[in-house]
Each structure stands twice: as C-alpha cells, then as structure tokens.
C-alpha cells in the first residue's frame, strides 16, 4: 500500500503540468471511454495532427488512477486488475459475452488463472453476463467482485 | 558539501576487495568524497568521456558548427549552464552533481541511465559514492518492469490520405503474456487546442511546438490507433536483451517532463525514437541514417530493419479491418440483421428465438455488437442509447453458445516496409498531337494511385511537390510542364456498414491547352468530393463533384471557374498491372466560361517492374472549345 502511495503521489506529481489533459475519463459505467475533446478543434487541424502526429496530451501515466469510482471490495485489492477492468469495461463486456477474446484473456491473466482453467473460466464468466453487466450503468468495482465470486464458485 | 561515504567504509571494510583498496591513490581528503570528486573527473577527462558515443546518445549531441550541440532544448535538461553546447562542461557538472547532496530529487534518481553509464564506465565506487534511494523511480520501474521491446508502426487510416505517413512509437514488454499490459512510450509534439490551421503547420514545421515522451499503457494506444482513428498497428518485436531494454527504461525515465522543439518534417516522433534505441543498443546506427530535410515514419523503421533489431512481426487489424473482415465471413442477409441490431431497429430478442443456426447468430450478435461500438466510437450514437443498445446485444449474445465460423483468417496485408520508396525520379517520352516529347519527373514524396500498391492502402494517393520538365526536340523547346504542390485523393468504398465520403484536394501548376496549339501554365485549385464503391469487376469506382479554379493571363479575366465531376475506375488486376480510368467534365461558371469548359477521358496502365522500378503506359485526350489534344506517353519510374 505503501509503494501504491509513493507511486500514485509520484504521479500526480509528473501529470501536475498536464492537469487538464489527464481528465480523461467521463464517468465510470460502460461506454466511459477516453474521448480526446474534439469540440473546439477544427476538421483541419485533426487531419494535420494525424499526419504530423501532434497530441494534445502528454503524459507520464504508469498508471491511469481509479480513483474518481467506486472502488471494488477489500478481497480485491489488485491496482492494475482493478485499473484495466475500468479502462476496458466495453471490450471486456464485449468478450464475456461471447466467452473469449483478448481483454478477457487479460482479465484471466491478471486474476493468475491458470492456463488450463481459461475455457472453464470464460464459460463461468459467459454464463454468468447478467450478474456481472446487470445494467448500463455498472460501476467497474461491482463488475471485479462479481468476476471474483462468479469464478470461485465451484 | 556534506562528506559521505565514510559510514559504509567502515562499517563494510571486509566487503571491499583488497586490491581496490590498494589501488586507491592516497589523499588527503580520503576517505571523503571531494577527493573522490577530482578523482573521477580526472579519469574522465583523460578517458575523453565526454567524446564517447553513449555521451552523446543519452545527451541527443549532434555534430554542429563550432563542435556538437544537443537537440534538447529544456534547460531542466543540462546540469551546466552551457550543457547544451558542450558536452565536456556537461559531463563535469553531472558528476558535481552526483556528489550533491542537496538536490531533491538526487541526481541519480532524476538521470539514472547518465548515473548507470558513469558508475559502469568510470567505474564509480558505489562505496565511495553510495547511491541514494529513488523510490519514485523504483516503482516506475517496478511497474513497467520492462524485459523486452517492441516497436510499433501505425499505418495509414483508410480514408485519410494525410495520415499516411505512419507513426511510430515503442512498447516495453514486462512478464505479462497480454501485451496489452505492456507500456507505450511516445513521442510527440503538444499542440496548442487554440491554434487555427495555419498557425499549428507554421509552428510544427518551425519547431514552436514542445515535443514530449509519454508513457501510457499499450491498452490505451491501442484504442486510440486502432479503435478511434482505425489504424493498424504492425508490432515489430525487436531482440533487445533485458538489460539493453532497462537501459532504455531508464533513459526513457530521465527524459519525462523534457522538452525537445519539435519539428514535424525531420525531428519528429520516429526521429527522436532512434535515439532511444541507441541508448538501448549503442553499437547500432539509427540517428545518423537520416541527415535530410525529411525524415518519415517509414524510413526509420527500415533503418531499425536494417540494423537487424527486429525478430518478427505481429499484425493487430483495426477495428474497422476486422469488422470487415467478420462482414465478409456473414452472409448478407446477416450483415443486413447485425446493422439492424446495432442502429436499434431489431430487438436482440428477435435473432435468439430466431430460426439462424446458433454458429450464425453468434456471428449476427459479435458483428452487431462490434459495428454498435464502432458507431459510439464514430460518435453516430449517443452514449445514453449506445449504453443500452450494446449491453442488450451483449446480454442475447451470452445466451448463445459457440462462435461464428471462421472460414479463412483475416488477411494480413503485405507489411508497410514492403512498399516502394518515397522519392521518385521518371523519365518519359510520348507525343502530344503528334510532337514528339521526353519529360523527367522529381517527385519527394509520396505515394500516388499509379505506383505500386503494395504496402500502401489501395486508393490512397498523397504527393507532395511533384515537378516535370518537358523537351520537345521538334521546336527546341523547354518547359516547366507541370509543378504539383499537393495533390491528394482518397477513394473509400462504401458497403453495407460502412459509408465513408471520397475526396480530392489538388494545387499546384499545370499546363493547360488554349486554342490555336497553344500550351500555358496556369495555376490550379481543384477540390473534388463523392462517392466510391467496390464493383467487380470495375475496381473501385468512383463518382466526385468537383470545382476547379485556373489563374493565367491567358484567360479573360485572368481566371476560369468552373463546376462538373468526374467518374473512374482504380483496378488492380495483378499483383504486376493495374488499370486507371478517368472521364471528367468541367463546365465554364465564372470568368473565361468559355475556356473554363472542358472534357478529358484519359487511361493508364501501370506496371510494376520490381519494388521500386514501375512502368506507366497512358493516354489522355482534351476536348474544349476550340481545343482537341491527344496525347500518349510511357513513363519509366524509380523510387528512391
């Protein structure tokens, strides 16, 4: 807990200077992701950025943070699974679904599922959709717990 | 300064080897570290450390007038006031500085890779100099926990010609399988939202834009390539060991939160990439293969190819390329269902209690699904609806077992380095209404409809600066027959789920036919937008409204507006020759109306000889008022 600390203060330390670009995120359900604000930038200087690959944030992000959202349980205390189920809520919804898929596979890894459990842990998982994604608006901490219990379940 | 390196001494005396200690010369300041100090930038200034190649990798040092100057141009970057000029004040000061204890963070932990290089090559004794704690850095490192390197290149987007110029950027790969899980690092310019067009091409060329590293996790850079602008991503893994890889971590450490002005032709992001790859492997030439005016993505990825650093490859498809991919496995009747699904006409419902087998509802659900976060992506749905919509598709598709069929694996195409050079040279020769003529070409970049296809993305087309000079041995004349400033086209075809718009942007000069057999250049603006289709056995065909404005002394008024359109057929037959049709008519709106108006049908054949050696047989005919040109000419291309 400790080293997350420093880490995170560290961070936030080397984002200080790109404090508006860091925020990224827009809310925590599915459907929240990272949209860079195109509203006050014309066709032209887009298309120009793509060719020059200009960008309007820079940073220094070891770690995305997820802090602004409910956080899963204390049996869940896992920094990068927690931070990649939020960051990748509709691919790893998309995956659940139809039991593979790479973000999921990621999920698996992140959770040390072994090798040999992947197939009997995706169909859990698939089985299972509804709890997991019970609503549009599902907080990334309800979607982890509910991961964890599904896949202990015998 | 504060003395240290005593307590170690004494408490660790049977640590030390014995010869060491006799080695070490007697001081007085001994066993104190000023002494040690002097000692250190002694050995260095004998051993001309500061002239040493890593010196100059980890610094950026070029060869400049007078000496060699840094391409960093953050002040936080040098530790001696004139660091940036001189190499030799800068390494002096960077060990004053190791010796500083009042600096927070420490020296070592703000430039650890300079610190690594210095305590290995010098040696430093870390006895005499103990290191101080860097837990900041500790735990950045722990994070990335890097093991081994990648090195991305983004291809063009489909129907952003501009775009083709690639990215590059690296990843550094831990001990996770997913590579997802593995760290970006970019480099690129930060540009300021409120710039207008002008301004942000103005300062990126002139190098008024701050250029930045950045770490992210791939994830993220895979959304943003992949997802967002619909790029794919060529994963090059290179064979960097671990600890040429935690060497580059630790540069690539030291450089966050330094800028570099960053110039979008030459000191861009795959430019200044090289640099870290040097610092990873030494012994490798990057930095110092590309000295011109124009250092594309592209090229440095040939010269990392080059300079053997790369073991295989890894194609990761963009979105679009795999819905494509699944649209093209469906059948109609199913890709037709899954855009129902995905724009809210058809409940999920209908497709489980449906008749399909459960392999092709499957497939009706996964390619709903994906097209549904396609269109949030595009923004065509807002989040609210797409919320709802993709959960309930995801929801049906949980309840049906299996997966689609897969008859044939998504297609790889042929890498980008398999494509020709960028530069071209041709050499033509034809006659024009009978006169013989020879014309050569220079071209400095890019890519055009009628060079080879392959590495490129069919239907692009992006030139920039293209100038022909023609001879017509007949009359000993010899003229500036064409000077293109840009000349851009993007035919996209539309299908069933996706409806891209085509364009073309052309400018530049042209020679234009006037009555009586007269040839002018005039100057041209002609911008062109519409629609394209795949036909077979047509190619892709094309239909552009388009303007076009033409600035002589020969016309009334000194210009001619006119409106009209154009039809084409872009066929590649094999992987030798193509096929380019054209019929285009302009009508006369505004100034000359009457020269304005024109028709023109032309034809070409391109034929690729090898990578970067193509033939192009043509013919084209104008017709206007007064005005009946043919003209047919062979073209020999090298590209360079």
Redesign the interface.
């Known amino acids: 807990m400790k080293?997350l600390l420093?880490?995170v203060a560290?961070l936030s330390l080397?984002a200080a200077?790109y404090a508006s670009a860091n925020q990224m995120n827009t809310g925590c359900?599915?459907?929240t992701?990272?949209f860079q604000d195109t509203k006050?930038?014309?066709t032209?200087?887009q298309?120009?950025?793509?060719?020059?690959?200009?960008?309007?944030?820079?940073?220094?992000?070891?770690?995305?943070g997820t802090s602004e959202c409910k956080q899963p349980s204390k049996v869940v205390q896992h920094e990068?699974l927690n931070?990649?189920v939020q960051?990748?809520l509709?691919e790893l919804?998309?995956d659940?679904?139809?039991?593979?898929g790479?973000?999921l596979?990621?999920v698996a890894?992140?959770m040390g599922v072994p090798a040999g459990d992947r197939d009997a842990f995706n169909s859990k998982l698939?089985?299972n959709?509804?709890q997991i994604?019970p609503?549009?608006?599902v907080e990334y901490a309800h979607v982890v717990d509910t991961i964890v219990s599904v896949s202990n379940q015998g | 300064m504060r003395r240290r390196g005593a307590r170690p001494f004494f408490f660790f005396p049977l640590l030390l080897p014995l010869l060491l200690l006799l080695l070490l010369p007697p001081s007085p300041a001994w066993p104190g570290t000023d002494g040690y100090l002097a000692e250190l930038k002694e050995t260095a200034a004998h051993r001309l450390l500061q002239n040493d190649r890593y010196w100059d990798i980890l610094l950026f040092y070029k060869p400049a007038a007078g000496g060699r100057k840094s391409l960093v141009d953050d002040p936080k970057f040098f530790l001696a006031p004139g660091g940036k000029r001189d190499p030799g004040a800068e390494l002096s000061a960077t060990l004053d500085a190791m010796f500083d204890d009042s600096l927070s963070p420490p020296a070592r932990c703000r430039f650890p890779a300079r610190y690594e290089w210095l305590q290995e090559t010098l040696p430093i004794d870390p006895v005499r100099l103990p290191a101080p704690e860097c837990p900041m850095l500790d735990n950045s490192l722990h994070a990335i926990n890097p093991k081994s390197a990648s090195l991305i290149f983004a291809s063009g987007h489909m129907n952003a010609p501009a775009s083709m110029f690639g990215h590059t950027f690296l990843r550094l790969d831990g001990d996770y399988e997913s590579p997802l899980l593995s760290y970006a690092v970019n480099y690129a310019a930060t540009i300021n939202r409120k710039d207008n067009g002008i301004a942000y091409a103005f300062k990126g060329i002139f190098g008024y834009y701050p250029g930045y590293y950045s770490i992210l996790p791939y994830y993220v850079k895979v959304r943003e390539y992949a997802s967002m602008e619909q790029r794919d991503l060529w994963e090059y893994r290179t064979n960097l060991t671990e600890t040429e890889v935690r060497r580059m971590a630790l540069h690539i450490l030291e450089m966050q939160g330094i800028y570099s002005d960053y110039y979008f032709l030459d000191e861009n992001c795959s430019y200044d990439l090289l640099f870290l790859l040097e610092a990873a492997r030494p012994s490798v030439t990057l930095t110092d293969r590309h000295k011109g005016f124009f250092v594309t993505p592209i090229e440095t990825l040939r010269s990392v190819l080059a300079e053997g650093l790369i073991d295989n490859v890894v194609f990761r498809p963009s979105t679009a390329r795999t819905i494509q991919h699944k649209a093209e496995e469906a059948g109609e009747a199913e890709v037709g269902l899954a855009k129902s699904l995905a724009s809210g006409d058809v409940a999920p419902s209908t497709v489980v209690e449906g008749p399909l087998p459960p392999q092709d509802k499957a497939g009706v659900l996964d390619l709903a699904s994906d097209f549904t976060h396609y269109l949030y992506l595009k923004r065509e749905i807002p989040k609210d609806l797409y919320q709802g919509r993709y959960l309930g598709i995801l929801a049906a598709r949980s309840t049906v077992a299996g997966h689609p069929p897969e008859s044939r694996p998504l297609p790889v195409p042929a890498p980008p380095e398999s494509g020709h050079l960028v530069s071209r040279a041709s050499l033509a020769g034809g006659a024009r209404d009978g006169q013989s003529f020879l014309e050569i070409a220079y071209r400095p970049a890019y890519h055009s409809l009628e060079d080879p296809v392959e590495g490129f993305n069919d239907g692009s087309q992006i030139v920039f600066g293209e100038a022909a000079v023609r001879w017509y041995p007949g009359d000993e004349k010899v003229r500036l027959q064409r000077l293109d400033l840009i000349d851009i086209v993007s035919l996209a075809p539309r299908d069933a789920l996706f409806r891209p718009v085509s364009w073309k942007v052309q400018t530049g000069f042209a020679t234009q036919d006037f009555p009586g057999g007269v040839e002018s250049l005039v100057y041209v603006l002609n911008p062109g937008g519409g629609f394209a289709w795949k036909v077979s056995p047509l190619g892709i065909v094309s239909l552009l409204a388009e303007t076009d404005l033409e600035v002589s002394g020969r016309y009334d008024h000194s210009f001619a507006f006119g409106m009209g359109g154009s039809a084409g057929i872009a066929r590649q037959v094999s992987d030798r020759w193509g096929v380019l049709g054209q019929a285009r008519y302009i009508y006369g709106v505004l100034g000359d109306r009457e020269q304005g108006r024109r028709f023109t049908a032309s034809l070409k054949a391109p034929v690729r000889l090898s990578r970067n050696r193509s033939l192009v047989l043509e013919g084209e005919h104008v017709e206007g008022p007064s005005v009946h040109v043919g003209t047919i000419r062979i073209t020999w291309n090298a590209y360079f």
Do not use: C, W, Y
């Open positions: 080293k420093i880490t560290a080397f200077s359900g599915v459907g992701l990272i006050d930038q014309s032209l200087i298309v120009l950025a793509m060719t020059t690959n200009g960008t309007f944030m820079n940073t220094f992000g070891v770690t995305t990068r931070e990649f960051a990748n509709d919804a998309r659940i679904s139809a039991g593979k790479e973000t596979s990621t890894e992140l698939q089985a959709f509804h994604f609503a549009p608006g």
